[in-house]
């Protein structure tokens, strides 16, 4: 159910609304390409300071045994942020970025403590399906809401709202509130797992202070985990072009002139089309192999990355979407529940700040490299371009990835001291 929660703020805020949100109104009165620059820009920065805080907030609630705490934590700056792009209007673009950085921050720190759930919860048997599952439940809670938001932005009198500004507006609030209310049975329902007692020499320190040098050691040793670190490696770069396509897309589509409900429209499409997508890539995994299911993924998003450099018409937008969506949500279900399943129970929090800031580090470049081509450019059709150098490298390197030897690394107790 929290996927279904937060899937308000990935869908509505980063992927399909606060973008076009962005570029027609905050950004109002900057060139086109700016527009887009200066949303990159903004990813940029919400990653950079996630990528930072990842590791080391892992650590401590690993140690302090109160993922749920701070999970907590992050959900209210989230919301927080979520409910103040309300307050944007024409022209505010630097506030917009501001308050989508604070959003972005919460919504990602929070997903840090929620995954490492997973290897609690789930046997190794169990830990592909749960993962594709979460992402599915995430579609149709994401997709829903959307559809509403969809509803309100293209008819917005329909609904007593005197123009789609003031519907999008209306929009973040329900996404905030959504994303707010929906976590509530997670926090009911789900155990906070067993604490493990710290060591001598980390009694008496800040929390803190000791999920850093948790971070400093786990850096030191992870040459233990070979696989495990060849994998965050290949992680790095695919996710990165994965996250930019999700974070670029809508903005991307709207500088060409891609109308807002042909946009948003393909976006809800891979929303509902991702659900049964999702589910597919869940069992694909138990007959192919989680591996082997990423390679599709890649390959995919490779030709997707290729086709959208000559994109010109809204539908060559709907046929893209669409291959997304069949990929989406399988890639990235599969890489977590891959990881989960080389990582040491103990340290699940510490080795999935590792994953984050894989992640958030990772996807700086993105949004980065489309930026400053664009505004070097004057256009960012080579911006999507250079996005297939992402997936390439990716696959490359997971091919070096022994995913039995990871795992028996950790079950033959290979892992860090505390």
């Not at 067993?194 to 803190?208: A, I, L, W």
């Not at 990355?305 to 669409?322: D, I, Q």
Request: hydrophobic letters at 50%; glycine letters at 10%.
């Amino acid at each position: 159910m929290y996927d279904w929660a937060n899937s308000a703020f990935s869908t509505t805020v980063v992927a399909a609304l606060l973008p076009i949100y962005y570029h027609q109104v905050a950004a109002i009165g900057l060139e086109q390409n700016l527009r887009t620059a200066y949303w990159g820009y903004t990813q940029t920065i919400a990653l950079l300071i996630i990528a930072v805080l990842a590791p080391a907030l892992g650590a401590a609630a690993d140690y302090a045994g109160k993922k749920k705490i701070y999970l907590i934590w992050f959900v209210a700056l989230g919301v927080i942020g979520t409910g103040l792009l309300t307050l944007v209007k024409e022209g505010d673009w630097l506030f917009a970025s501001g308050v989508f950085v604070l959003g972005y921050v919460g919504f990602s720190g929070a997903e840090i403590f929620y995954e490492s759930f997973l290897p609690h919860i789930a046997k190794r048997n169990q830990i592909d399906r749960v993962s594709s599952s979460g992402y599915a439940v995430g579609y149709i809670g994401g997709g829903l809401l959307l559809a509403v938001h969809l509803a309100w932005v293209t008819t917005p009198q329909s609904f007593g709202f005197v123009d789609s500004s003031q519907a999008s507006r209306v929009a973040f609030l329900t996404a905030a509130i959504w994303w707010a209310c929906f976590t509530i049975p997670f926090l009911r329902n789900v155990p906070e797992p067993v604490r493990h007692s710290p060591s001598n020499t980390e009694r008496g320190h800040p929390v803190f202070y000791i999920g850093i040098k948790r971070v400093m050691k786990t850096f030191h040793e992870i040459h233990r985990y070979r696989e495990l670190f060849t994998f965050l490696v290949a992680f790095w770069f695919y996710s990165d072009g994965i996250n930019t396509v999700i974070k670029m897309a809508a903005i991307y589509g709207t500088e060409i002139g891609i109308g807002r409900t042909d946009l948003i429209g393909a976006l809800l499409l891979v929303q509902f089309l991702g659900i049964p997508a999702t589910f597919w890539f869940g069992a694909l995994a138990h007959q192919i192999g989680p591996k082997r299911g990423i390679y599709i993924a890649l390959v995919v998003y490779s030709a997707v990355s290729v086709l959208a450099f000559f994109m010109s018409e809204p539908w060559h937008f709907w046929v893209l979407a669409g291959c997304v969506a069949l990929v989406q949500g399988g890639s990235q279900a599969l890489s977590r529940s891959l990881y989960a399943s080389m990582v040491p129970h103990d340290h699940s929090s510490e080795f999935f700040g590792l994953y984050g800031i894989t992640s958030k580090a990772g996807n700086i470049c993105g949004p980065l490299v489309f930026a400053l081509i664009s505004h070097m450019t004057g256009s960012s059709r080579l911006s999507i371009l250079s996005l297939l150098v992402f997936f390439v490298v990716g696959m490359l390197l997971l091919s070096k990835v022994n995913i039995e030897t990871g795992q028996a690394t950790h079950e033959n107790g290979a892992s860090i001291e505390k």
